[in-house]
């Protein structure tokens, strides 16, 4: 069975911080992993994985994936209050996504 | 370019009814899937749909059921609705099945009395 593990599951920290969320899987026929941030209902899009080794950055926010070792990491850099929220991450595989628990950020001002 | 739109927004049913969710995908959009999200459960995968065929479908009993219409719009019912059931209920769109991002929508509440 699929299974996507996030840690830590809550995270607090002060604004100006830089945090490390980290993912890690098992699936068979693994295609790409994605990273959501959810804030209320929606979870939104921030990264598309498919390559090893390819940081993908968007402003404060960066990740990368590695496939011998299974994992992920999403690192938010000079954090703000508005980056407080639940980071989702799904792994595709065949035409479904494998959710980890999340991890839930709080970051005080 | 409107979002994924999902109706309706909360829904109240007791047990033993039925219900039926709606999805409007992206424009464009041809694969939609659907999950349930619950405090212990997470994030659970449901179904996936392309071009009107299940392409994909998750752990859940055969109360779940969904359909695509022709033009992408998708529906999920579920029958004989249990306490348990009591959820949000996610559908996403993506331009391809599997390939890129998929959008979510903001969900319908379920709650079940």
């Known amino acids: 069975e699929d299974k996507v593990v996030q840690s830590p599951l809550s995270l607090v920290v002060h604004e100006g911080d830089t945090v490390t969320l980290n993912c890690s899987y098992e699936v068979t026929n693994f295609r790409s992993l994605l990273w959501y941030k959810q804030e209320k209902k929606a979870p939104t899009f921030l990264f598309m994985l498919?390559?090893?080794?390819i940081e993908k950055k968007s402003g404060r926010l960066s990740s990368i994936l590695d496939k011998k070792e299974l994992f992920s990491i999403l690192n938010i850099t000079a954090t703000q209050t508005g980056d407080s929220a639940v980071y989702l991450c799904a792994v595709t595989s065949g035409s479904r996504l494998t959710f980890g628990e999340g991890t839930q950020l709080t970051v005080n001002p | 370019k409107a979002g994924v739109t999902q109706t309706p927004r909360y829904l109240i049913k007791t047990r033993g009814q039925q219900v039926t969710l709606s999805c409007s995908p992206i424009s464009g959009h041809r694969s939609v899937s659907w999950y349930q999200q619950t405090p212990g459960q997470g994030l659970q995968f449901l179904f996936e749909?392309?071009?009107?065929?299940?392409?994909n479908k998750g752990n859940f009993p055969g109360r779940f059921s969904g359909r695509q219409f022709s033009n992408s719009r998708s529906e999920m019912n579920v029958s004989t609705l249990e306490l348990g059931d009591s959820a949000l209920y996610l559908c996403?769109?993506?331009?391809?099945?599997?390939?890129?991002?998929?959008?979510f929508g903001s969900g319908t509440r379920l709650t079940v009395v």
């Open positions: 498919t390559s090893s080794g």
């Open positions: 749909y392309f071009s009107e065929t299940q392409r």
């Open positions: 996403a769109s993506s331009p391809w099945s599997s390939r890129s991002g998929y959008t």
